[in-house]
């Protein structure tokens, strides 16, 4: 199983960016996914996740509003919409997948950097 998280870089605060996450190994329709970010310095946290199924969406309250986690499931990828984003955006992003009651499959993450 592989998760390989793409689309991370520089952007200006209150631009946008799309990260991409394909996944080999698994099939993504029929498994939780999420986004989580870790910043220098501080303890990962939750972003996103998007159930299997009817693809139900949960954000954190930092991101409410501006993140838009989706799936294609043709192209077993998972996807990130960031609008809006902030200095405290920056971070290390990683997607994640859940085989049983955790994410415990991980990526090896992408760097978002937003630049004030």
């Known amino acids: 199983v592989q998760l390989q998280a793409s689309g991370g870089g520089l952007v200006q605060a209150g631009g946008a960016l799309r990260l991409s996450c394909a996944a080999s190994g698994l099939t993504i329709s029929t498994t939780s996914m999420g986004w989580f970010r870790q910043a220098s310095g501080k303890e990962r946290e939750f972003v996103a996740r998007i159930s299997w199924g009817p693809s139900i969406a949960v954000y954190a309250d930092s991101v409410q509003g501006r993140f838009t986690i989706s799936r294609d499931n043709a192209k077993n990828t998972v996807y990130l919409q960031m609008n809006n984003l902030k200095s405290e955006d920056t971070a290390i992003y990683y997607c994640?997948?859940?085989?049983?009651?955790?994410?415990?499959?991980w990526g090896q993450g992408t760097l978002v950097t937003v630049s004030s």
């Open positions: 994640a997948a859940r085989s049983g009651s955790s994410f415990d499959v």
